[in-house]
């Protein structure tokens, strides 16, 4: 019996991990109808990890938090084996603004602060804070506010919130966050190496996709150098030198600067949901999401997924590709089909994503087992 392990990531736009494994295993059986089928649905620490963990048999609470702007929200966090679980993107996401010069620099998110204060309240003994898909650029500043910190001005004023006030800020107090935080282990989970400051940092390589031009990434990434003096004056390390700090808008480096430990994202969500064990004894593995390209070759979930299947069998499946066959290669690819290609219109794939996602499956199977 052939054995298939199903493991993607979210079809971003279209589908969850969950429901993008789901219609993988329909073409899958459609094209061996005798075959044993895994479904180990993945994701990377970014949008999409709670339906992933929600799968894996975490507890989702729900509660509306301020969002990146100054509208509520509705958000949740996951809860496994008394580690709480928080998705920055659920509080602060891009998705809750119209990007623009004006929301890049007032994004802030005291809503993810407000998600970790629910979870502490509740008896969590240790966090994990997921850090991509963020509105916000203000290096965790409102985040730390939520839980208690002062972020303060020369006048030792609050400074408010947004990446933009972070240009006044001088000196923080992190003695009521920490006190809160006491006995309880703190991760980042993400698998973005680019540091707080500087041409690789969070404002100019994240910025624009917020909204940011120009001279909004030069104040930015000016006020997120005040905000890491500002952070040592406070106690903390000098988080500009962490690689990872500058992910989810420098809000990484916020949690850093508290005491965590940056971890793959990909690598802890794969441990949680049994990759490696499903992985053994496979015949043959499927792996995909949205957008197959040179991003996903740096530590996204179908990178992981290729390095954990080496000498098995990979096909990838993705709304579109845009990596070569040398780039597929590199990945161990020895088959892909990308949904795009079969259908009308970007919006018609999007729309009909599960549909597509199931008749590929089942050709590119086809066409694996007919070698």
Request: some cysteine; aromatic content about 2%.
């Amino acid at each position: 019996m052939t054995r298939v392990v199903i493991a993607p990531d979210k079809f971003k736009g279209s589908l969850t991990a969950v429901e993008a494994a789901e219609a993988i295993a329909l073409g899958v059986r459609d094209a061996l109808p005798d075959a044993e089928i895994v479904t180990c649905p993945v994701a990377d620490g970014g949008e999409g990890t709670l339906d992933v963990l929600e799968a894996a048999g975490a507890r989702i609470v729900r509660l509306t938090v301020r969002g990146p702007l100054e509208e509520s929200v509705p958000a949740r966090y996951a809860v496994l084996d008394g580690t709480a679980y928080v998705e920055s993107a659920r509080a602060c996401g891009i998705e809750f603004v119209e990007p623009s010069p004006a929301t890049a620099l007032a994004a802030h998110t005291w809503g993810v602060g407000e998600l970790l204060a629910d979870a502490l309240i509740h008896g969590a003994k240790a966090l994990v804070l997921t850090v991509g898909g963020t509105a916000s650029t203000d290096g965790g500043a409102g985040m730390l506010g939520a839980l208690g910190a002062g972020v303060l001005d020369a006048f030792g004023a609050p400074v408010g919130l947004g990446g933009g006030t972070l240009g006044r800020v001088a000196s923080t107090e992190l003695a009521p966050v920490r006190d809160r935080l006491e006995g309880v282990r703190m991760a980042v989970a993400t698998d973005v190496t680019n540091p707080l400051l500087g041409p690789d940092g969070a404002a100019a390589v994240f910025g624009p996709q917020k909204g940011a031009g120009p001279s909004e990434v030069a104040a930015l990434d000016e006020a997120l150098g005040r905000w890491a003096h500002a952070l040592q004056v406070g106690g903390a390390p000098d988080v500009t030198r962490v690689p990872g700090a500058g992910a989810g808008g420098g809000v990484a480096a916020a949690a850093i600067a508290l005491g965590a430990k940056v971890e793959s994202g990909f690598a802890l969500i794969a441990g949680l949901t049994g990759v490696d064990r499903a992985l053994e004894g496979a015949d043959l593995v499927i792996t995909g999401e949205g957008s197959l390209d040179e991003q996903s070759l740096n530590g996204k979930a179908p990178a992981g997924i290729a390095e954990r299947a080496r000498g098995i069998p990979l096909l990838a499946l993705a709304g579109r590709i845009q990596l070569d066959a040398a780039g597929l290669a590199r990945l161990g690819v020895v088959g892909s089909s990308a949904l795009i290609d079969h259908a009308p219109s970007l919006d018609y794939a999007r729309a009909h994503a599960r549909e597509l996602l199931r008749a590929r499956a089942a050709e590119l199977v086809r066409e694996w087992r007919s070698r």
